[in-house]
């Protein structure tokens, strides 16, 4: 079992940036993949971003436009979200997740979950 917690959420402008942590801790050895979802009030959980904690391959969501950065830093154990020009609907809580699955998108296929940060973007 891995436990993850996330950390830097917080109130920003239309425009800025933050940036989100998510420490690993227990089993990380069979973790593959680390992801970014969010859950905006009223919608689905979705997804935002994922990296490969060996080769540090990523991927995004479409609609993530190069606005996102995920990164890694294995010697801490620690997944980032750098995201810049933060718009309103990117209002959401944002959960960290673990998986084996290669490049997995869905989450149904992540096993361990942060409990969860918000982000709230004002106009």
């Known amino acids: 079992q891995v436990q993850l917690v996330e950390s830097g959420g917080g109130l920003v402008q239309a425009g800025g940036s933050l940036t989100l942590s998510c420490v690993a801790s227990g089993r990380t050895s069979s973790t593959l993949i680390m992801g970014w979802f969010r859950q905006a009030p009223g919608k689905e959980r979705e997804f935002v971003a994922g990296i490969s904690l060996r080769a540090g391959t990523v991927y995004y969501a479409d609609y993530v436009g190069g606005r996102f950065t995920i990164s890694r830093d294995n010697a801490k154990n620690t997944v980032y979200l750098q995201m810049n020009s933060l718009k309103p609907e990117d209002t959401a809580v944002y959960y960290c997740?673990?998986?084996?699955?290669?490049?997995?998108?869905?989450?149904?296929?992540?096993?361990?979950w942060g409990q969860g940060t918000q982000v709230t973007v004002s106009s």
């Open positions: 997740a673990a998986t084996n699955r290669w490049m997995a998108r869905d989450s149904d296929d992540f096993g361990s």
